[in-house]
């Protein structure tokens, strides 16, 4: 089903999540549109891993409607699940990005592979590694790259930087704004740190277990001085 809501791409509609008889999202309604860049914000425990969950299609609602556009979805998880024995090279671990893949690599989707890890400043002799023996900053790049790969309409990040130094961090976030900017790319991102990131047409939504706020971050800040703290 199509959203209602004119040029939006995403529509929550009172959507309740729930594991078992836990409530952890409750009647949470809102729209994303095209190129917004959407900010989640909100104490620990609050449910912004299970509101992206949802959007993935690993949660269902318990109660109300999910409605999207058939979207080609990157998604960075915020725990990194690699396990210690998986034998998949990077060049393998990124490959599965790819919305389409064959049973050999072709020069062509190497070349774009060597041309991201330069971009996320990684040295290309990473590419024959074991994923098993990176580093955590050095894997959570490997899944940026693998999330942006394929091109997504939406970029859907877990507080992506939580393994990267200050300076790529930084680096990071410039780089992605300026896909946003070339590519008309959504972005929806867990954070616990908004100086990071903030644009000013971001958009900020304050959760725990309800929708407490969602608007401008100039609006945003209104909302935080009027006595409202989050952690
Ligand atoms: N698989 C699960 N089964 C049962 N309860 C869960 C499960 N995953 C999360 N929860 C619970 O749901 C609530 C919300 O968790 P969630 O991970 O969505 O919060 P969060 O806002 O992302 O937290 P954090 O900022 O700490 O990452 C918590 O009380 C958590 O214990």
Redesign the pocket.
């Known amino acids: 089903m199509k959203p209602n809501c004119s040029n939006c791409l995403i529509e929550y509609k009172d959507v309740t999540l729930s ?2 008889y ?1 409530d ?2 409750k009647h949470a309604s809102f729209t994303v549109h095209q190129n917004d860049f959407l900010n989640i914000v ?12 949802s959007l993935i299609h690993q949660i269902k609602p318990k109660h109300g409607q999910i409605i999207m556009q058939d979207l080609n979805m990157g998604y960075v998880p ?1 725990k990194l699940t690699i396990k210690r024995n998986i034998p998949l090279t990077v060049l393998e671990f990124i490959y599965t990005g790819f919305t389409k893949q064959r049973l050999i690599i072709s020069k062509s989707d190497k070349a774009l592979i060597v041309e991201w890890l330069t971009k996320m400043k990684l040295d290309t002799s990473l590419l024959n590694e074991k994923v098993s023996h990176l580093s955590g900053g050095q894997l959570q790049r490997i899944y940026l790259i693998r999330s942006l790969i394929s091109n997504p309409e939406v970029l859907i990040l ?2 992506p930087a939580s393994a990267l130094d200050p300076n790529f961090r930084e680096y990071f976030y410039e780089l992605i704004k300026d896909i946003r900017r070339n590519n008309n790319l959504t972005i929806i991102h ?1 954070t ?1 740190d908004l100086t990071d990131v903030i644009l000013e047409n971001s958009l900020v939504m304050y ?1 725990d277990q309800e929708i407490k706020f969602f608007g401008t971050y100039i609006d945003y800040n209104k909302f935080e001085h009027e006595g409202h703290h989050h952690d």
């Open positions: 594991y078992g836990l952890v999202i909100g104490p620990n425990g609050a449910g912004k891993t299970t509101l992206i969950k915020q877990d507080e867990i616990h959760v």
